[in-house]
């Protein structure tokens, strides 16, 4: 098992970069969802700016 | 072609879109989990390049995506600027955040893998560059959706953009046959049989086609909110909140 979080030496540059894909993968699943929920409330109080 | 005719309907579109976006999800995020999983785990260790070429799991469907998301918009594009199609304009809207964060990961992570590899973080090789153009790209059409008033002319002037600027892709795809530099060159896609090991290229198409389906579910998902705020002194959209 610590053999595979070794990666071989290259520990730092295979987790940051799965790292970093875990963080845009999250970010464009909720990103969306929130936007959705957020657009919906407006709508429906009717909360528009123009 | 009345399904063809009906899928133009807005209303429709918003209906059923829901449970599309579910079948895209939940195969998607299974391939890419599976694909992720055997290029960690599963694939054996690059003679060359040992266990940092695993980073090639992210990195390649990441790029990909970035390829795959500009063309369908380009493509989308023209349908909005020939047709006018209302859906076409709001999925070139939904898909460039997308597609940009996908263009940004191949950049990060390719530069990353440069560090141990090519023994720096960024070479002004042509693969490189014209991927950065790619950011530049999808940045730009964001940009221009957001800086125009009319949502009309903003998907215009998207639309136009999308269109132009997807000669940049093939630039992409070919600049390492063309320009002979740091990135190495096709190893998938060439004629004949890959030069990578079965085990090693199945995870990486799982997690392509993974990524692919992804990108799908989360541009539909876009698009219904981009819709619901365009349409929104529409009978439809009312009625949709009207009760509770």
């Known amino acids: ?50 | 072609m009345v399904w063809l005719h009906r899928f133009g309907s807005l209303p429709y579109f918003y209906r059923v879109s829901r449970p599309i976006a579910w079948v895209l999800a939940v195969p998607g995020v299974l391939l890419a989990a599976y694909g992720i999983y055997g290029g960690l785990v599963e694939a054996p260790v690059d003679y060359q390049q040992g266990d940092a070429f695993r980073i090639l799991y992210i990195h390649v469907p990441s790029a990909w995506l970035s390829l795959f998301g500009y063309t369908s918009m380009a493509v989308a594009g023209f349908v909005a600027l020939v047709w006018r199609l209302k859906l076409a304009e709001i999925f070139i809207v939904a898909a460039a955040p997308v597609g940009a964060s996908f263009t940004f990961l191949a950049l990060v992570t390719g530069s990353i893998w440069g560090k141990p590899m090519w023994g720096t973080w960024w070479v002004w090789d042509a693969r490189l560059t014209s991927e950065l153009i790619l950011l530049f790209l999808y940045l730009g059409v964001i940009a221009l959706h957001n800086a125009i008033e009319s949502p009309r002319t903003a998907a215009r002037a998207c639309a136009l953009l999308a269109v132009v600027g997807v000669i940049n892709v093939p630039i992409i795809h070919y600049s390492v046959e063309w320009w002979n530099t740091l990135h190495q060159g096709p190893t998938v896609t060439r004629f004949g049989r890959p030069a990578m090991e079965m085990d090693m290229l199945v995870p990486l198409l799982c997690a392509a086609l993974g990524f692919t389906l992804i990108f799908g579910w989360l541009t539909l998902w876009g698009m219904r909110t981009q819709l619901l705020w365009r349409e929104r002194r529409s009978r439809w959209v009312k009625r949709l909140f009207s009760d509770g």
Do not use: C, Q, T
Request: net charge negative; aromatic share 16%; glycine share 10%.
């Open chain 1, 1 to 50: 098992m610590d053999d595979f979080w070794a990666m071989g030496g290259y520990a730092a540059y295979v987790w940051s970069s799965y790292g970093i894909a875990a963080v845009v993968l999250l970010g464009n699943i909720f990103g969306p969802l929130i936007a959705h929920r957020r657009i919906a409330r407006r709508i429906k109080n009717e909360e528009f700016d123009d």
